[in-house]
């Protein structure tokens, strides 16, 4: 894989972490809109659709997901905050 493209990838998983983090329970669309306005990560092209097939590939060990009627909302796992690191 390429350095721009692990590069991209990368900051995208963070960015997403970083906001599903803040806001517990959000849809695809709403972490679309805070990337492309708020990140400015407009050059991405970014869809929910491309988001919603992301998130499960690549985020699978951060972030989790609830199917519900409005559709799959998103949640972060916890135990990467909690994780307390014991140095014997």
Do not use: W
């Not at 491309?50 to 796992?77: A, H, L, S, V, W």
């Amino acid at each position: 894989m390429g350095i721009q493209k692990e590069a991209r990838r990368t900051r995208l998983i963070d960015e997403i972490y970083n906001f599903v983090s803040s806001n517990p329970g959000v849809s695809s669309a709403a972490i679309v809109g805070y990337l492309t306005v708020e990140r400015r990560m407009r050059n991405h092209s970014l869809s929910t659709r491309k988001i919603g097939f992301f998130i499960p590939r690549y985020c699978k060990d951060r972030i989790r997901f609830e199917e519900r009627i409005e559709g799959r909302t998103y949640f972060p796992i916890k135990d990467l905050d909690d994780v307390v690191e014991d140095n014997d």
